[in-house]
């Protein structure tokens, strides 16, 4: 067959009405948090309706642990440090006086979390400083290909939440940039999440501590130190946005009070539409149940207050998602 | 005519080469500088060389004062610090006593670039903080609408270079990111820099002080201050470039000592092909010409004596540019 015009045009006549028909979120029962993220991406990407957004404005933030894979029983770069002190205690002596190190080997995480998780951030500081930014990534890459979950018994960059895999692909098919901006170090996420969710390395906002520059012999090398740590949790969530991407998001997703000052950045008196979604982990079965309980990471208790009140979507995990993980 | 698919063929074939022989750097004269910029652009995007490099690792980073536009009598940051320390002088009484303010109120310049511009990163500080981002940008939009160049009689943000304009628009439209590195703010900088560069925020990497976020009651807001001041000039420069681009750039255009460590950091055994280009200010009748001499500000003596090892390409603006600025 010869594709004349006449043709193209009726293949075209036939395909268009298929491809808009084409669910982008498959993984997602009908409900309204669904109807929520496809109404909005709708409304914001016509130029004909009054809500339309121009590309460049298009920013969704979105949270890494809780919101795009799980922070049960410890959120991953936890389990990466406390892999890693096992692994370096020999070399460490001095570790013997360090009581939050003491607390994480002898799995005891409640003082880890106190103070704002400040144990926890104290844990990735010493496991992530003292070395070059490429020997961080080549040791986060190697837990990665050898660690498996407690729980799921699967390498931990494989427990990625299909639903939210489905949302950074229509977001992005849509003209919308999408930004992790989460409490996990920045060069801990960038091993993976080009790879794993399709972030390239300079839309990750994570945790971060001074790099210092130096030219040696065999080229230029950054070596990560404890100094001026910066926590991307709670406020510093749109501090970071703000120093980082430097415009408003207009779509934020999250999953703990540690988002909540992101998603009032990104809804409340933004001269455009916004979208804000928590995600609440219901499914005790398929994942992890948990809010206000202390023991879990991801306290969800102020931000789901007020969902109502600013408009938050609620995601229940249970309900809401069809799949849970990414095959 | 009914345009079948043989004459759809037909004008492709006619087009194609037209469009590759179109000069897309016209403000560039004959020389080894534009054959440089244009050959790296070629090799890297052709699929078939084996310099190919794909697009997501295309990071190209510029230097903004002097490389962009320039930065004599005084980097523009600079112009407008004074111009709002002249303004709000009536409402401190207690800068009389700070030294580095009554040098620049003097316009005694000197005790301000000492110490690696101590000085001046001291009066950007004071008039960049103490207020919200908004309220900022509200000062530097004022600014720019009203102050002119003193050489040049215009408005300082319509004295950007035609043929840097030009090679930012090239590389993207080859697939390019570009990112401004500088030493100037990210606030200061942000107000202008998709207007003029077509350079979004996000790809805005300026010198920043810490930011407070505040739920206000009409929204959110980012209150400036000057903790945590980080420079980005010097070792700054690629050590930003961890923090928010992550991954090293392929091509870096600077003009001073202070883009030395970005040059190293983008030329030196890195895994890809790269382009390291100094634009070497030698033209005092249409602009300026300096380089070590220690009255101008962007002294350039260290990385242009490194220039020949380290093949980086000197733009001699003189006789490499047809023409300076855009129009």
Known sequence: MKLTPHILTLLLAWALP???????????????????ILHFVQKTTDPDSKDFVPPQERIAVFDNDGTLWPENPLPFQIAFSIDELRRQLPEHPEWKDDKFIQSALAGDMAPLLADHYKGLFHLVAVTGSGMTTAAFAARVKDWLATAQHPKFAMPYDQLT??????VLAYLRSNGFKTFLVSGGGSDFMRVFSERVYGIVPEQVLGSHAAVVYELKTNGPALLKTMNNLCMVDGPGKPEAIHQFIGRRPIACFGNSDGDKAMLEYTTISNPHPSLGIIVHHTDSEREYAYDADAKSSGKLVAALAEALKRNWIVVDMKTDWSTIFTK
């Open 161 to 166: 939440y299909q639903p939210m895999q489905e």
């Open 18 to 36: 298929c491809l808009a028909l084409a669910d982008p979120l498959p993984s997602w029962n009908s409900g309204a948090a669904k109807q929520a």
